[in-house]
């Protein structure tokens, strides 16, 4: 008995209604074909779960495009990330600097702090930030 096993290349579904290309992708333990359709789109014959879908760009360029797109979800990019970031810094930095200079006696907000953040605690702290901002008047007027 020949241990080699038969791939058949349709697969009926949907009661026998649809005849369909079958993925190709054989157990390596029981040595039996995955019973999975195999996506139109997959130049191998396979189904998602063994290799059908893309496996995304294979060049510097693409891969270096697809940075440069990538996304977590919706209209959320890097830029965007980066921007509310910043601002996040700022607005810690606001509230460390009016606790220091007693304009507020609120708590402090909760949650992670931005990249970047170093605590203010001091008048030096202060000014060090006001200074190194994009809004001090001085650096705003020569850039």
């Not at 079958?22 to 157990?27: G, N, Y």
């Not at 402090?108 to 203010?120: S, V």
């Amino acid at each position: 008995m020949c241990n080699t096993a038969i791939i058949e290349p349709h697969l009926l579904t949907a009661g026998g209604r649809i005849k369909c290309l079958r993925c190709t992708a054989l157990s390596t333990r029981t040595k039996q074909q995955c019973g999975r359709p195999a996506l139109k789109s997959s130049k191998t014959q396979k189904c998602g779960s063994h290799g059908g879908l893309s496996t995304g760009p294979r060049t510097a360029e693409g891969r270096q495009r697809i940075a440069e797109a990538q996304t977590v979800h919706g209209r959320d990019t890097k830029v965007a990330r980066l921007e509310r970031s910043r601002g996040s810094l700022r607005l810690t930095q606001l509230e460390d600097a009016m606790r220091v200079l007693g304009m507020t006696s609120a708590k402090r907000t909760r949650g992670r702090k931005p990249n970047g953040y170093t605590p203010i605690r001091t008048i030096d702290d202060v000014c060090r930030v006001l200074i190194d901002t994009d809004l001090h008047p001085v650096r705003a007027a020569a850039g």
